[in-house]
């Protein structure tokens, strides 16, 4: 039986559903609501403020295009249906592949691969690293591949397609709780975070649907193409980042550890992505 303290370190609404729905398994509620290797680390009592590790990872941020203007020409309870069948996409692909769900910020999804503990063999990557990177990259086309199943229901019905912002990173980061002692949260910061975060803002501004950043191993050379070298804001040095080979927006650069930088990112097309 899940204890007393468990149940308290989850949000509010979390605490409710317990209250009304006494059918369903208080563990159960938990892992869904939080996740299941954060679910195991509260039902190990690891729920004070500020406890963690560091650990090694690759970072998934993936927020829907163009949600300010859909949410505003639909209804409210028609944006909530259409957030979840994006999220089916997104972060349905994240845990078919291993990958754990920190949060849904707004309509944007944030996860984690854990370096090592993404359960993709190892010999089918050179590293565990890459294995980890291997199973994000996987995770990323089976989002685009559910969107576009999605896209062909909302096509057929006169709605609109959607589409996606997705930047991978790996760096390290510190994975444990944040907040305070009557609300927390498991989470992961650290200045790899807020650079894939701004990655995001280069996918939009190269109009890609999934940017990697040059921390990711180049051990997918048939899958990766270099999209140059751009600033990210807040960040000093310019950083080379890539795109999936079959990504449909841009001409390709094929990858080389020996090839010239490519010019910065236009001004113009950089401010836009900040807008």
């Known amino acids: 039986m899940i204890g007393a303290g468990a149940v308290q370190a989850l949000p509010s609404y979390s605490r409710l559903v317990f209250a009304m729905n006494q059918s369903a398994s208080p563990k159960d509620l938990l892992l869904t609501y939080i996740g299941g290797r954060t679910g195991e680390r509260v039902l190990a009592g690891q729920s004070k403020p500020g406890q963690g590790e560091t650990i090694h990872a690759v970072i998934w941020f993936c927020d829907l295009r163009d949600s300010t203007r ?27 592949h291993g990958g754990e769900i920190l949060s849904y910020i707004g309509d944007a999804v944030f ?7 993404t359960g993709t063999p190892l010999d089918k990557a050179c590293t565990p690293e890459e294995g980890a990177c291997a199973a994000a990259l996987a995770a990323a086309r089976a989002a685009l591949s559910r ?3 999605l896209n062909e229901t909302r096509l057929q019905q006169g709605e609109p397609p959607l589409k996606f912002s997705l930047a991978l990173h790996a760096g390290d980061v510190k994975y444990g709780n944040i907040g305070i002692a009557q609300r927390l949260q498991f989470t992961i910061i650290g200045s790899a ?16 649907s999934i940017v990697v950043s040059s ?57 836009l992505a900040q807008k």
């Open 70 to 96: 859909l949410s505003e020409a639909m209804q409210l309870d028609e944006f909530l249906r259409l957030l979840n069948g994006f999220f089916d996409c997104s972060a349905g692909a994240v845990l078919a």
């Open 147 to 149: 969107l576009a199943a």
């Open 111 to 117: 996860a984690v691969f854990p370096i090592g503990r």
């Open 193 to 208: 975070v807020n650079e894939a975060a701004r990655l995001v803002e280069i996918c939009k501004a190269l109009n890609r």
């Open 215 to 271: 921390a990711f191993p180049r051990c997918f050379p048939d899958n990766l193409v270099s999209l140059g070298f751009h600033r990210l804001r807040g960040v000093n040095d310019p950083q080379e980042v890539f795109g999936l080979a079959d990504d449909y927006h841009l001409p390709t650069i094929a990858v080389s550890s020996r090839t010239a930088p490519e010019p910065l990112a236009s001004l113009s097309a950089f401010s």
